[in-house]
């Protein structure tokens, strides 16, 4: 059974930093396509960034240049390295990955104040 666990969210102020870490098991991690989404209180769960077997990222536009998606298939673990938070960047995060079905973490909160 796929789980994924994220991890390292928190508060933090505008400007700070904050690493969200989404640990994976129950799959061969290093063939997966791996993604970030959010989810604001009143919006739609939003792809933020995505991470291919071979180490090809993609971002949303509202965070290209300030977010950094990477993985470890040693640890099988993806990271979203966030900096320069907004109060915008406020919301829950959530892992996922399509291995014969599509699994879902359960979410990390990401509160940025101003």
């Known amino acids: 059974q796929v789980k994924l666990v994220e991890s390292g969210g928190g508060l933090v102020q505008a400007g700070g930093s904050l690493r969200l870490s989404c640990a994976a098991s129950g799959m061969a991690f290093k063939y997966a396509t791996m993604h970030w989404y959010r989810q604001a209180p009143g919006h739609q769960r939003d792809v933020v960034a995505t991470i291919t077997s071979s180490g090809a990222t993609n971002y949303t536009e509202s965070v290209k240049g300030r977010f950094t998606i990477s993985r470890n298939n040693a640890r099988n673990t993806v990271y979203l390295q966030m900096n320069s938070l907004q109060p915008d960047d406020t919301a829950v995060y959530y892992c996922?990955?399509?291995?014969?079905?599509?699994?879902w973490g359960r979410g990390t909160q990401v509160t940025v104040s101003s």
């Open positions: 996922k990955t399509y291995w014969r079905n599509e699994f």
